[in-house]
């Protein structure tokens, strides 16, 4: 790939963290495990920075260029790091439509209990709001028990 000036510039992809298998790692290579079996990238090549939840894998253009001698292994390995960016990108949309879902019924739950204070309401309506506000937060619980537990404890308390 070039850059307006004409100059080569290297290519980003961003993998998975469980993709990467350091125990198979060679001295001139990083390891990285694929569907079909292993994906290994020339450490001369290959810039890795890790963050939170995937690492960023940069590759230099000429070994990713088509011009070279082994023009088949470049087409195989570009493929192969859009396949692993691809798992990513869809586990981190599965984490995100999660999150969503955790953030609306925290949400509803706010707000059943939020329409049930003041002064002019009953007794009698406040605690059939905290029953439906505790019935919602149930469904945390399937969805991710670690803050269903969270909530329950600052629910009870």
């Known amino acids: 790939m070039l850059n307006q000036n004409n100059l080569p510039m290297a290519q980003i992809y ?12 060679y001295d001139t290579s990083y390891a990285f495990r694929t569907y079909t079996g292993w994906l290994h990238l020339n450490k001369m090549a290959t810039k890795l ?9 940069e590759l230099e ?3 990713l260029s088509n011009d070279n001698k082994n023009i088949d292994q470049a087409i195989k390995r ?23 879902r955790i953030d609306k019924i925290l949400k509803e739950s ?3 209990i ?3 204070t003041g002064t002019d309401i ?3 309506k406040k605690e059939e709001a ?28």
């Open 78 to 100: 570009r493929l192969t790091c859009e396949k692993l960016q691809d798992s990513y990108l869809s586990y981190k949309q599965k984490k995100m439509t999660k999150k969503e």
């Open 14 to 25: 961003h993998f998975k963290k469980s993709s990467r298998d350091k125990k198979s790692d």
């Open 122 to 124: 009953t007794k009698s």
């Open 49 to 57: 920075t890790e963050f939170d939840d995937y690492i960023e894998v």
């Open 110 to 112: 706010h707000l059943i």
């Open 61 to 63: 253009d000429w070994y």
């Open 130 to 157: 905290r029953r439906e506000s505790k019935k919602k937060l149930k469904e945390l619980k399937d969805l991710d028990p670690v803050i269903y537990e969270r909530v329950k404890v600052a629910f009870d308390g």
């Open 114 to 116: 939020n329409e049930a």
